[in-house]
Every structure is written in C-alpha cells, then in structure tokens.
C-alpha cells in the first residue's frame, strides 16, 4: 500500500510540475511548428521531415527485419567465439 501510495504522489508531482512548465503547449509548438522550447531556434519544415522519416524508418525495419536478420548474426557470433 505505501508503494502504491508513493507511485500516486510522484505521478501528481511530475504532472504538476509538467503543467507549471507548460509542457504541452511546448511540446505541440516542437511538433507543429518545430520552435525548440526554451530557445530562439526554429527547425525547418524540411529538416524536421527529415528526422521524422528518418526515426519512422529505424522503428519499422527494427520491428520487420531486425527478428530476420537476429539468429544469423547470433550464429556468426558463437561461430567466432568457439574458432577463438
């Protein structure tokens, strides 16, 4: 019960102190209009794009091809550790 307690505090902690900060208006100005928070600087739309492309692109081949490509380089590993 006193974990359960302490979770539910810090949980309220930190969205108070997210909303003293105003995080979500910070965070959809990063997201729509690429203004770094607490800063002067502005992302170009097509170095954002760039980024985003870029993260999508990990994300998917991490989740399709990364299972394929696992077991072969587990195998050359153990391979390479028995020859030495």
Request: proline residues 5%; contains cysteine.
């Amino acid at each position: 019960m006193r974990k359960l307690i302490i979770t539910l505090c810090l949980i309220g902690s930190g969205v108070i102190f997210l909303d003293t900060i105003n995080f979500s208006q910070q965070l959809i100005l990063f997201v729509f209009a690429g203004i770094v928070p607490g800063t002067n600087i502005v992302i170009s739309p097509i170095d954002f794009m760039a980024a985003t492309a870029t993260a999508i692109t990990v994300i998917i081949l991490r989740i399709t091809v990364w299972p394929l490509i696992r077991p072969t380089i587990a195998a050359n590993t153990q391979v390479k550790h028995k020859a030495i």
